[in-house]
């Protein structure tokens, strides 16, 4: 599967498919949202933050992107909800909502 | 020269994956596999065979190792049976569907409870869906023969899948018997060094075993079952190459004295060579009797098994496995090819030999009598298995 034809659509057939369903070119995950699946989010306090750093570094998906303000953001294309970064931090500066709270 | 020596088969197996000359070895000891992961240990150890022996700790890891050596483009090779089979069951289905060409030999054996180390097909069937190109041997030189051609199919650049070699547990694994081996030069001639196409390689990043959600799965199992439906062009291609260079000559469906045979018995693997001499026997009294014998059974040779028994009257299945709630596996997908043919012959299903219960010529000899009975009354949809003590059981299948 070649970047272009991960747009899967109504014009992709089994005889696009690479043998072994490999994807030949990397940096195909920019393309995909899989964060769409997520039932909750995780939204940042920054008053209660300290830049510590842990949710970047427990986010098993490395959904969490650090900003030049020494803050971190979550990038919602990626992130699961899985939680580990509220649950790891330290100062209860994250917490999950659910998606449709908005 | 090539030389011809006594030889056990799971040696002669070990043998022909030195031969083929294998980067790596990932296998976990099991009766009644244990000779041919040992014997590759010893040679790597004495400096035999060039190759990484991974003495993994279960069969789960020993198929993961596996994917991972064929996933950088190394020959790749391992063995194991029953209840080894089982413990690496998913990952024997991710080598199909990653494409990676691993040969394994499965020295067929029982499935527990109770708990048995003997042969039959119960570890075969149930491995039968996973795509991997299936072959079963009947004697030592097919063990060694059909291991090197088994690098030879799978590796092609238009197959990509993995082949398993069946040999039946102690019943061949453990038998010695006399085995051509060939030149190194013959081997190489037929075994050119292998190329994996996408084989992991930092300068070329990319992905094997990304996910497939339901807009894409379909897509792929399709592609799939095509392009392994394809592969028998290549499995014959290959036969005919090995027949050209060894002048030993194989095919999906081995016949034996089946001109004008009114009844045909079917067997798979080892048990095919006492049942020829039941068909001796009894061509010697005038008979029209042959037998046949499924070499391939993945991908299913549809067309070379119509054509062995389209003038037949009486077909028997001999299997060593039960389908539980539904009969003789092999019979199953035999009677199911043949439905839609016309004529076709009456099909019987026996089932024998389980467990590792030997099943002698007169054991076969009692199966073709009872076989052409079965189908002589009419009810051939009857299943039996032969030997079993007690009032026999006919279940309607």
Redesign the interface.
């Known amino acids: 599967m070649t970047q272009k034809r991960l747009k899967?659509g109504t014009d992709?057939?089994?005889?696009?498919?690479?043998?072994?369903?490999?994807?030949?070119?990397?940096g195909?995950a920019a393309l995909r949202r899989t964060g769409d699946w997520r039932s909750q989010r995780p939204i940042t306090d920054k008053e209660k933050c300290n830049k510590c750093n842990l949710c970047w570094l427990y986010c098993p998906d490395a959904a969490i992107k650090p900003l030049e303000d020494g803050y971190y953001e979550t990038d919602l294309f990626y992130c699961k909800g899985c939680g580990i970064c509220a649950k790891v931090c330290p100062k209860g500066a994250i917490t999950m909502i659910e998606e449709e709270e908005q | 020269m090539s030389k011809r020596i006594g030889l056990e088969a799971s040696f002669a197996t070990a043998e022909a994956a030195r031969m083929a000359d294998v980067d790596v070895i990932a296998a976990y000891p099991i009766t009644p596999q244990t000779h041919i992961p040992e014997r590759l240990a010893e040679m790597v150890a004495d400096g035999e065979l060039n190759a990484a022996y991974v003495p993994v700790e279960s069969e789960h890891s020993a198929m993961s190792a596996c994917l991972g050596a064929a996933a950088v483009g190394a020959r790749t090779f391992t063995a194991t049976a029953g209840q080894g089979l089982e413990l690496m069951h998913e990952v024997v289905y991710a080598a199909s569907s990653m494409r990676y060409p691993v040969v394994m030999t499965v020295c067929n054996r029982a499935l527990s409870a109770p708990l048995s180390v003997w042969g039959d097909h119960s570890d075969a069937m149930a491995v039968r869906d996973t795509a991997w190109i299936q072959v079963f041997c009947q004697n030592s030189q097919e063990a060694f023969d059909l291991t090197l051609w088994a690098f030879r199919v799978g590796e092609d650049p238009k197959v990509l899948f993995p082949v398993m070699v069946h040999l039946d547990g102690f019943h061949l694994s453990h038998v010695t018997e006399p085995v051509i081996l060939p030149e190194q030069e013959e081997v190489d001639r037929f075994l050119p060094r292998f190329h994996y196409p996408f084989a992991l390689d930092p300068n070329r990043p990319m992905t094997h075993g990304g996910f497939g959600p339901p807009d894409i799965y379909s897509e792929a199992k399709i592609a799939q079952e095509l392009a392994f439906r394809q592969s028998k062009e290549v499995v014959l291609q290959a036969w005919k190459e090995f027949g050209d260079i060894f002048g030993r000559c194989y095919c999906p469906v081995e016949s034996y004295r089946i001109e004008g045979a009114k009844t045909l018995l079917m067997t798979m693997g080892s048990f095919t060579e006492t049942a020829k001499i039941v068909i001796d026997e009894r061509r010697g009294k005038g008979e029209a009797i042959g037998l046949i014998s499924l070499r391939l059974w993945r991908p299913f040779p549809f067309e070379e098994f119509r054509q062995t028994v389209k003038d037949a009257e009486i077909l028997i299945i001999f299997d060593r496995c039960i389908s539980p709630g539904m009969g003789g596996p092999v019979f199953s997908e035999v009677r199911s090819a043949l439905y839609d043919e016309e004529p076709r012959p009456k099909v019987v299903s026996l089932i024998g030999g389980l467990g590792g219960r030997d099943m002698s010529d007169e054991d076969f000899d009692y199966v073709v009598s009872r076989g052409k009975e079965i189908a002589e009354k009419g009810s051939e949809k009857m299943l039996e298995t032969v030997g079993v003590r007690g009032e026999v059981i006919r279940i309607r299948g």
């Open positions: 899967i992709f057939t089994w005889r696009d498919m690479e043998v072994g369903n490999i994807i030949t070119e990397a195909s």
